[in-house]
T-cell receptor, first 112, second 111 residues
């Protein structure tokens, strides 16, 4: 099993550009999550999904959108990139809300 | 506000030392507790779950005090490879919150 995979590993965006961060898992997990981690800070939940077709906002959803068309994939969309979105983005998955979350390797995003 | 507080450190210790990290959480409704380890520029990885009765995994011992809303991690006989940031994590089992992460405690083990 590859676990949780994320692409790209690193990206530089200009202000106002858009992009999609990809996340996939092959563990047949129902729950998937997107977090961002700023330097010296804890992880903050952006969006989560409890299954295909179901998504909901986390603590810091502004400026982002998600979709969950399949169990495996959970892309994160940035429509109008802003410098405040410079961060490391981690995708995670778990079998249930009570179970351990497994993280992908992260995407480092720099918005200039 | 639901929060998890940790001493950020850094803790600088020699190999072989015993070091303890503490963590407090604000919401008494918390249901499960974890310690994750995060290496520099890497993703967090589960180190161990924390049970009410306390639990041990090799050199690592985790304790939970629900009355005081306090979690601890003890590392014995520190190794160079233990150098990392240790994240205290609390799960409230409530939709929209998932895991609440502390900011982490940085450990540096030197020879």
């Amino acid at each position: 099993n590859a676990g949780v995979t994320q692409t790209p590993k690193f990206r530089i965006l200009k202000i106002g550009q858009s992009m999609t961060l990809q996340c996939a898992q092959d563990m047949n997990h129902n729950y998937m999550y997107w977090y961002r981690q700023d330097p010296g800070m804890g992880l903050k939940l952006i969006y989560y999904s409890v299954g295909a077709g179901i998504t909901d906002k986390g603590e810091v959803p502004n400026g982002y959108n998600v979709s969950r068309s399949t169990t495996e994939d959970f892309p994160l969309r940035l429509e109008l990139a802003a410098p405040s979105q410079t961060s490391v983005y981690f995708c995670a998955s778990s079998y249930s809300l009570k179970e351990t979350q497994y993280f992908g390797p992260g995407t480092r995003l720099l918005v200039l | 506000r639901k929060e998890v507080e940790q001493d950020p450190g850094p803790f600088n210790v020699p190999e072989g030392a015993t070091v303890a990290f503490n963590c407090t959480y604000s919401n008494s409704a918390s249901q499960s507790f974890f310690w994750y380890r995060q290496d520099c520029r890497k993703e967090p990885k589960l180190l161990m779950s924390v049970y009410s009765s306390g639990n041990e995994d090799g050199r690592f011992t985790a304790q939970l005090n629900r009355a005081s809303q306090y979690i601890s991690l003890l590392i014995r006989d520190s190794k160079l490879s233990d150098s990392a940031t240790y994240l205290c994590v609390v799960n409230y089992y409530q939709a929209g919150t998932a895991l609440i992460f502390g900011k982490g405690t940085t450990l540096s083990v030197s020879s």
